[in-house]
């Protein structure tokens, strides 16, 4: 079992998940965030999973190799969703952005896993060589993620796009979230097992603070109401947004040519 304050913030990630997906579909948002839900809803047994296992078995070990291609995939399904959630009136730019978080998350995993390639050894375990691996692709597509985070981010304070506050509270927790954990998976791989322990408490207590924090700010107040960019002035505004719609049509003609 592990440590009494890691059970506790397990418990409180836990509930959080469920309450989150519970209170969203009461909110009739659930189709909207429909894979940030079933992320949710994929992820609580694996999150549940140090009250009943060990983290030092080889159960947990086989459980952890299991879920994690499924949560790779939930991940970058996600940030489409908060990207299509931001730019869905924008298809060109939309379909844009997607592909090529699509190719910078292949080439992140691409380096991570070379970067690790001189450290195998003929002598390593197979169960070692096989979990940095996995290892190494979590962190790609963390880092990845996290990187196309901000730009969406920087692109939310260039162009006036109006965006929910949803949207603004869902982006603000997803940056760190991912950067929780790709930060945690840097220290690992610095540290080994030195520091393992106290690892996985800073990163399960900043999943439980992202949880709580989507489980009390998504709200339906929160998709009426509107963030605008309060620097850019009304007419400057205009030419921007008037800029962004050629911007998008001249790449939907180039997507259909």
Not at 8 to 17: E, K, T, W
Not at 70 to 97: H, P, Q, S
Not at 236 to 244: K, P, S
């Amino acid at each position: 079992m592990p440590s009494t304050a890691l059970t506790a913030i397990i418990v409180v990630s836990v509930l959080a998940s469920v309450l989150t997906v519970y209170r969203l579909w009461r909110a009739e948002l659930f189709l909207k965030y429909r894979l940030f839900c079933l992320y949710f809803v994929c992820r609580t047994p694996y999150l549940a999973a140090p009250l009943f296992v060990s983290l030092n078995s080889s159960t947990y070990l086989y459980l952890w190799l299991a879920f994690q291609p499924l949560m790779w995939g939930f991940r970058v399904a996600v940030v489409v969703e908060l990207y299509r959630l931001i730019l869905g009136r924008y298809r060109g730019l939309y379909t844009l952005g997607r592909w090529t978080m699509y190719v910078s998350t292949i080439a992140a995993i691409a380096l991570s896993i070379l970067s690790l390639l001189p450290k195998f050894t003929p002598s390593m375990p197979q169960v070692s060589r096989l979990l940095g691996y996995f290892y190494a692709v979590d962190r790609g597509v963390d880092f990845s993620l996290v990187v196309f985070i901000f730009l969406i981010l920087i692109f939310l304070s260039l162009y006036p796009v109006p965006v929910s506050r949803n949207a603004v509270v869902h982006i603000s927790l997803f940056t760190v979230y991912f950067l929780s954990s790709t930060m945690a998976l840097l220290l690992k791989s610095i540290t080994g097992t030195v520091l393992s322990d106290q690892i996985n408490l800073i990163l399960s207590g900043a999943t439980a603070v992202c949880t709580t924090g989507w489980l009390f700010l998504l709200t339906p107040k929160g998709e009426r109401l509107p963030v605008r960019n309060p620097v850019i002035g009304p007419e400057h505004e205009q030419r921007v947004l008037r800029h962004l719609e050629t911007l998008n049509a001249t790449l939907l003609r180039a997507a259909r040519s």
